[in-house]
């Protein structure tokens, strides 16, 4: 299987290839030129597997340059007990109505991108033994929070690789910073923006496409890559879970073997939503994809009136991961949608980077219509969403959970539809223990972050996760903050280039 560019069909490249190198050198990103078939056979067989074999299974028909052995080594190095604290990996929990709660977030940094960055370590170890020529693989990120944890925590300490991450300084919450910011291992460096994701996004990715910059890193030995959803290697084990809910649910009798499931994602960058899409390609029977957002609602209004802008207030809200303008995955949704139309998302994307705006053809737009439903939320029902599902379920979510919650109920309400459905759940709720507190009318205003999750753990009983708790009285390694336009000397600086 060959990764075409999204903004050029005649670039061809390996898995391992699209998975070291991150992104297209025009821009674009890696996408499969194919999506592999997943029987109804093939679903029935993996139903009694645990999630290393369901992961083995997906994962090589999409890294077909990789052996089957290399794959298993790697999903099994990543879903181990060791390292997530269930043996599902991925849960499903029954919410009520048909409606089954995905929990995502059983792995060391609490959040759904452990999924993901769990492994790509590995993937990225096998496919750097496959193409990269001996060079150090520099990973730069750019985080709106749980990424950077989860990528410091997934390539700390490994071998030939450096990680920088780049966070907002305002624009994550308290326990997510504490995470990145006594993060330990010797190959890690961490730096505050003056800015939103967005600029630590665009920043990131206009390092990483720079010639000159690519040069001075190839005179030292080095190559950049990428830990971001941008990154093959970050998308495709995230299909893996949508097929293993499906697993559950036949396992569980919610259905049988065929039948639809509607999938709901709280979503940001547009990656965990672009996945169950990429299952429902390769034949999992889904039938809606319900994208779920907060206050910052371009793309509830995206999938309304097919006009991407992202030229609009940015607010900053309790589901701080959620908290983007500009969503890179969609460019992924529309190669696909416009029939891999490369001039077409070439003219696009240089239409948003320069406007900030584009509007999608009508094809493309009854292609939307047909699989996607969007829906938004703000934080007075995200907070009202916490505190009835806590209190008529017993199911305590988190603010991002809370968001695609609302959304279900709202779409289920208005359109009657009862398909049984998925909800993800995408981070535990002590990593957001002041608005989750706050939901549950708690005054929180006087505590510091670890009474906080006492004062949480005291009132719903929810065990805290042993890498939350034992944050408290760790002393923080990196202080640093820079402007948005000095990223670049950060880096060099991180890595010990002189300019
Ligand atoms: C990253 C993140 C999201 C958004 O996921 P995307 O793949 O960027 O759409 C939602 N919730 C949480 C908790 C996250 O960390």
Redesign the pocket.
């Known amino acids: 299987m060959q990764y075409f560019s999204t903004r050029d069909n005649n670039v061809s490249v390996s898995a391992a290839r699209a998975i070291t190198q991150g992104i297209s050198k025009d821009g674009g990103l890696f996408v499969p030129e194919a999506f592999p078939a997943l029987t109804n056979d093939d679903i029935l067989y993996l139903v009694d597997k645990s999630y290393v074999e369901r992961a083995t299974f997906v994962l090589s028909k999409y890294l077909t340059d990789f052996t089957e052995e290399e794959v298993k080594a790697c999903a099994e190095a990543a879903y181990s007990l060791e390292r997530f604290r269930s043996p599902e990996i991925a849960p499903l929990k029954p919410l009520e109505d048909g409606a089954q709660i995905l929990e995502l ?1 059983h792995g060391p940094t609490c ?3 452990d999924m993901a960055l769990q492994i790509l370590p590995h993937l990225m170890r096998v496919s750097a033994e496959k193409t990269s020529d001996g060079k150090e693989i520099v990973i730069l990120v750019a985080t ?4 950077g944890k989860a990528a410091l925590e997934g390539f700390r300490d490994a071998a030939h690789t450096r990680i920088l991450v780049f966070y907002p300084e305002d624009g994550v919450s308290p326990m997510q910073k504490l995470q990145m910011v006594t993060q330990e291992g010797g190959n890690v460096s961490v730096c505050a923006i003056r800015g939103n994701f967005d600029d630590a996004q665009t920043g990131v990715k206009t390092i990483f496409t720079d010639p000159e910059v690519a040069d001075v890193l190839a005179e030292n030995g080095m190559m950049f890559s990428s830990a971001n ?1 941008i990154n093959w290697g970050r998308l495709v084990p ?1 299909i893996v879970y949508y097929v293993s809910a499906y697993c559950d649910m036949l396992k569980n009798k919610v259905l049988t073997i065929g039948e639809p499931m509607n999938v709901v ?11 169950a899409y990429y299952a429902k390609r390769m034949g999992l029977p889904i039938a809606k994809l319900i994208c779920a957002s907060n206050r910052n609602r371009v793309l509830t209004d995206f999938i309304a009136n097919g006009v991407y802008d992202r030229n609009r207030a940015f607010y900053t809200t309790s ?1 701080p ?2 908290d ?1 303008l500009i ?1 890179s ?1 969609l460019e992924r949704l529309l190669y696909e949608l416009s029939g891999r139309d490369d001039k077409e998302i070439r003219r696009l994307m240089e239409a948003l980077s320069k406007d900030g705006v584009y509007t999608v053809s009508e094809t493309v737009k009854k292609a939307i219509d047909e699989l996607f439903v969007g829906g938004c939320c703000d934080d007075e029902e995200t907070a009202q969403t916490i505190r009835e599902t806590f209190e008529t379920c017993g199911y305590l979510c ?1 603010t ?2 809370a968001v695609a919650v609302h959304v279900y109920k709202t779409y289920r309400a208005e359109s009657g539809d009862t398909t049984p459905t998925v909800i993800a759940s ?2 535990n709720p002590y ?1 957001f223990s002041s608005s989750v507190l706050e939901a549950l009318n708690v005054d929180a205003s006087s505590m510091d972050e670890f009474e906080k999750v006492e004062a949480l753990n005291g009132k719903t009983a929810e065990p805290v996760p042993s890498p939350l708790a034992s944050l408290r009285g760790r002393t923080p390694r990196f202080n640093g903050v820079c402007d948005k336009d000095a990223m670049r000397g950060v880096v060099y600086d991180m890595l010990g280039i002189e300019e």
Do not use: C, E, R
């Open positions: 977030w959040a759904f991108k709106s929070g749980d990424t959803s995230q994602v709280p979503t940001g960058n547009f990656g965990n939503i672009l996945a589901s991961s959620m983007i969503s995955n988190d991002h959970t995408t981070a990593k």
